[in-house]
């Protein structure tokens, strides 16, 4: 081989002589090279200068910007839509409806002028406790003052038993109960929020009816309430004694006469074990009716026997099975601090000492999941520093160099207070979800990769060019990596920015920061990394180690003379991965045909069965794992009777006229909600106004989708009809009516007089479904029973959606200016939507994120056939790797969708790198060389890259979030996929098809427009030129073109054909 081939053909096994020297290495001249050399000559004042700011914007934006490690989970609805701003004003009216009704002035000007803080704390709930699922408010009782507490968080309907008269004396007969308030029973008090809801699952083939489970559940809630006694923290009535537990255990007294609560366990278990058999009858068949007969008003059907309620059984029992799984307590604690029962949660008896039933304890809001959780984010937090040990024992492995590696740690390190201090400062985003403490997993195990990059260019350039100066090296290498690093890092931050395209906060506002940790780890290594390179060259050069190697700076070449360290790895005596590597080539080389049928073969499979994800059956966003006692406890309480009677009617459907649908607040911040902005055009007193609205009901009733939300169900403006219509006929009618209604017998009735009166009559009635401001009708809504609910099938929701749409729009057609802007909105609707967005931004993050990698790809490969492969690998990667999500249970939910978006951008990473090598070689080379020269150059980074990547992904298993977990799956599996997607998949395409001349299509088309673009300016000069001089003189015209036209050589193109082109 002659001596300067060495760079066009990769021989890895050359003699000495093949090593260039400084003179005849080529250094680059151009803009980035010159930057290189400064940065080379003056690294120190680079780096310090550099560190010295990006440590002062750290302190800033995390002193400043007031960072703190908590978990906010609010926000998880889709903000900023046509359906989410509906339901925004139907909230804000639902909300504050009481205040509305009574026509307060303030009430109305608060409402419109100020924007009012988030729905989701109106539920009583701390501003920490708000949970990842649909918890959206049904309808206006939601917050009505009676049923604030006694409705479940996630919108669960209470079904109290009956307290009678008999059992309540027969209670109060009881020394122990004699000062309770026993309507605590059959008040909403028992289900609310705060009240300690223990759940328990029975073992094996137990059943909670069995005598030795109640006993078993007996002993455990006494030992519980003993606890709460003596810490005061349950609700006490007479001798310092708690309320008795709401559990099967308290039906099992009062059906066996304990009501005085002073048998024993073991008592009530034989009195029990004589009565099971019949009451396991008799509560089978008071589920039936529950089943059949559940109505609004929420009451118990007759057959049911006293003292029982479906907290008690689960939805299985009374279906053909006597078996009870599930069943709950309820412990009068609704007055204590949530938090203090949270701290003593472990002093509360699960039943663990039982053989046939397991407890787990939480509240019905579940504060102690939230707690938990918050607690779990800064322990996990820790756990990231594993990641970091990982990434620096790779950086040092890979690097062989304290220094380097410190250098990596702390550019990783402060990626993530400058990305904080944009988000805060620039981005001006206030919302920190939990999800963006993922970053900090991301940062470590994509930041090493960058400096792995960067080492192995640095280290690339010295073993061609040995002798070369430090300026020299840097002008070559420096430029090269920032231009690779580049690459990867556009790709992946496009990805994470393509994410916040869904108008979901946690998620946009986890996209936005991920792609700024991506960014700033860059340009942290650019900043940081590259000057330290130099020092780091310096050093060695020089003879100094100062530690920034782990070895001996200087050692004794073949021909005696001392040589620095990136001497010992030349073409003749490779390093240990590239030894690999070749070996690798070689056995792969000699099957590539073989694998080329495999590799289809394995995409096509993979196809088939990625095409098997399916979406979610329900909203929830769960944070803990399932083996945990307060995930239990919430997925226990989904099996109670009680729970899913609760879900069965979906939330009512609103028709809403008088407000537009808009959210004027911060829709990236879940602690700001909107204004009520009301229609202005809206006037109900029109006598084509009143004439409609009086027949609306009948229309809308008479469709399938609408049902009554109650059986004797009127209409508002119906109601008032018929008011007008008893007083017209009463000889003693009210004095609204004489004073504001001027006489009407019915509907329509005089124009100017309908404001007055309608206003008159809500005051009287207490109607709030007509809200009047100034005595003017300014608000009037409709419920309706829906047919669907959040957690039907999404194709079910979509078409119910489209349905009632379609006929309101030919409703809004049909009626009278004034009332033809209504709209219909639920909270089943807002759940549909916001799966729908997320969904959406899901597919379009992830085509945004493919068409950028094939556009980076093609930019960097000059090749479009390299560019049909890198996609094709991607293509590889992203099937597999949701094949292998398929296959161990996931849908396409939430998180997971967000997920896949992110699984684009880095699946490119490592394809690019091979791509961008295999084209780096001029002239025509085979395929096979290229191929060879692609790995083993860019073979290590990638190997090295990969491995802390899958490191920090199993450092991530082990966290208790699990949203982190879910993420470290995905990116484990798809580095894994990536790493044999390049590894095999691609190298297989480039070694059995790849071309020999990559770039040479690529070049002629570029070549060709700008030499067409060259040739169409000079042919406009020369014609500008041309038109001056025939004005100027014609004679002289003609004489310059002979003279020009003689002096044209052989080889140029006719004028003609500079025009034809």
């Known amino acids: 081989m002659m001596e300067g081939e060495v760079s066009q053909r990769p021989s890895f096994k050359t003699r000495k002589s093949s090593v260039i020297s400084t003179a005849d290495y080529p250094i680059p001249d151009g803009f980035w090279a010159r930057r290189a050399k400064c940065m080379a000559r003056k690294s120190w004042y680079h780096f310090s200068v550099a560190l010295i700011i990006s440590i002062v914007l ?11 490690i908590s978990v906010d989970n609010g926000g998880w609805q889709s903000r900023g839509t046509l359906i989410a701003d509906r339901q925004a004003q139907v909230l804000t009216v639902f909300i504050n409806q009481a205040d509305l009704a009574s026509g307060s002035e303030a009430t109305w000007a608060e409402l419109e002028n100020n924007v009012q803080p988030t729905w989701e704390n109106q539920d009583g709930s701390s501003d920490g406790n708000r949970r990842l699922n649909m918890d959206i408010p049904s309808g206006p009782s939601s917050f009505s003052s009676s049923s604030m507490k006694s409705n479940s968080k996630a919108g669960n309907r209470p079904v109290p038993f009956v307290m009678t008269d008999s059992i309540k004396r027969r209670m109060q007969e009881s020394s122990g109960l004699a000062t309770c308030d026993l309507s605590y029973y059959s008040g909403g008090n028992v289900l609310y929020g705060a009240n300690l809801w223990p759940l328990w699952k029975t073992e094996g ?30 609700i006490q009535c007479g001798s310092g004694k708690c309320y008795p537990p709401f559990s099967l255990v308290f039906y099992a007294r009062l059906t066996i006469g304990d ?19 019949d009451q396991e009858a008799i509560l089978q068949d008071c589920v039936e009716f529950i089943t059949i007969e559940f109505n609004e008003d929420r009451t118990m059907p007759e057959q049911c026997p006293r003292g029982f309620a479906p907290t008690m059984v689960d939805e299985q029992f009374g279906t053909g099975d006597s078996t009870v799984t599930y069943t709950s307590s309820v412990f009068a604690t609704y007055t204590a601090d949530p938090k203090d029962l949270y701290d003593m949660v472990d002093k509360f008896d699960r039943a663990e000492g039982s053989s046939v039933v397991i407890g787990a304890y939480d509240t019905e809001w579940e504060d102690f999941n939230t707690f938990y959780v918050d607690t779990s984010v800064g322990n996990d937090m820790i756990l990231a520093m594993g990641s970091a040990v990982i990434t620096a024992l790779a950086i040092l492995v890979h690097t062989r160099s304290p220094w380097i590696t410190l250098v990596g740690l702390v550019q990783i390190i402060l990626s993530f207070p400058l990305a904080y201090f944009v988000y805060t400062f620039i981005a001006r985003l206030e919302f920190f979800p939990f999800l963006n403490f993922i970053g900090v997993f991301v940062v470590f195990a994509l930041g090493a990769d960058d400096i792995f990059v960067a080492v192995d260019k640095w280290k690339n350039a010295r073993i061609d060019n040995r002798r070369g100066s430090v300026e020299d090296i840097a002008a070559v290498a420096l430029p090269d990596a920032a231009h690779s690093m580049f690459l990867t890092t556009a790709t992946t931050a496009v990805a994470f920015f393509g994410t916040a395209i869904c108008p979901v906060a946690p998620l946009k506002c986890f996209a936005v920061f991920c792609g700024l940790l991506i960014v700033f780890d860059y340009l942290m290594c650019v900043l940081l990394v590259f000057p330290a390179l130099c020092i780091y060259d310096k050093w060695l050069t020089r003879g100094n180690n100062f530690c920034c190697s782990c070895h001996a700076c200087k050692k004794k070449g073949d021909d005696g003379e001392e040589v620095d360290e990136f001497a010992e790895e030349d073409e003749e005596h490779p390093s240990c991965i590239r030894r690999f590597l070749l070996g690798f080539y070689y056995y792969f080389h000699k099957i590539r045909w073989p694998l080329f049928v495999i590799c289809i073969g394995a995409f096509v499979t993979s196809i088939v069965f990625a095409a098997k994800l399916e979406l979610p059956d329900n909203s929830d966003v769960r944070l803990l794992s399932e083996s945990l006692q307060y995930e239990q406890n919430w997925l226990w309480r989904q099996e109670l009777l009680y729970t899913v009677l609760g879900k069965s009617g979906g939330a009512p459907g609103v028709v809403i006229w008088g407000v537009e649908a808009a959210d004027t607040g911060n829709i990236n911040n879940p602690s700001d909600f909107t204004q009520l902005v009301l229609d202005d055009t809206f006037n109900p007193s029109t006598t084509a106004s009143q004439e409609y609205l009086v027949n609306f009901c009948d229309r809308m009733f008479a469709q399938d989708f609408a049902g009554l939300v109650e059986e004797e169900f009127v209409c508002p403006i119906n109601k008032f009809n018929l008011w007008l219509q008893k007083e017209a006929n009463t000889t003693n009618p009210t004095s609204q009516y004489t004073q504001y209604c001027d006489g009407a017998s019915e509907l329509p009735m005089d124009p100017d007089s309908f404001n007055a009166c309608v206003s008159a009559w809500t005051n009287r009635v207490g109607d709030t479904t007509i809200l009047q401001k100034n005595g003017v009708a300014e608000i009037m809504y409709i419920e309706f029973q829906q047919r669907v609910r959040f957690d039907s099938q999404f194709n079910e929701l979509q078409d119910e959606w489209n349905l009632i749409e379609d006929w309101l729009e030919a409703e809004r057609k049909a009626a009278p200016a004034g009332v033809n802007k209504m709209y219909h909105s639920s909270a ?28 980076v790809v093609l930019t960097s490969s000059r090749s479009f056939m390299l560019t049909l492969f890198s996609v094709v690998t991607i293509g590889y990667v992203l099937t597999a790797t949701t094949a292998m999500l398929v296959a161990a249970g996931w849908t396409l939910g939430f998180l997971e969708s967000v997920c896949f978006a992110i699984l684009i951008g880095i699946s490119c990473d490592f394809v690019i790198h091979f791509g961008h090598a295999y084209a780096h070689l001029p002239g025509e080379i085979s395929k096979g060389e290229r191929t060879k020269y692609a790995l083993v150059r860019m073979g290590p980074s990638i190997l090295a890259a990969a491995f802390t990547t899958i490191c920090a992904a199993i450092i991530m298993l082990f966290t208790v979030i699990s949203f982190f977990q879910q993420f470290a799956q995905i990116l484990f599996f798809t580095v894994i996929q990536a790493t044999l997607g390049t590894f095999i998949v691609f190298l297989t395409l480039t070694d059995c098809i790849g071309p020999s001349q990559p770039t040479v299509l690529y070049d002629k088309m570029v070549a060709k427009c700008c030499s067409c673009r060259k040739k169409d300016t000079t042919v406009e000069d020369y014609s500008a030129a041309e038109a001056e001089d025939q004005t100027a003189s014609p004679d002289a015209h003609a004489n310059k073109v002979l003279d020009e036209g003689s002096s044209l050589s052989a080889t140029e193109k006719p004028f003609e054909e500079s025009i034809a082109c």
């Open 58 to 68: 750290s302190v800033i934006g995390m002193v400043v910007g007031d960072f703190s």
């Open 205 to 234: 083939e137990a059943s909670a009816l069995d005598a030795q489970v109640i006993r078993d559940i007996c002993v455990a809630e006494q030992n519980t309430q003993k606890e709460l006694e003596a810490t005061g923290n349950c």
């Open 259 to 277: 009501t005085d609560f002073t048998l024993s366990c073991d008592e009530v278990f034989e009195a029990w074990a004589g009565v099971q058999a």
């Open 828 to 855: 089943d609707f807002w759940w549909y939507d916001t799966n729908d967005k997320m969904l959406k931004a899901a597919f379009g993050a992830a085509g945004i994120a493919l068409a950028f990698s094939g556009l």
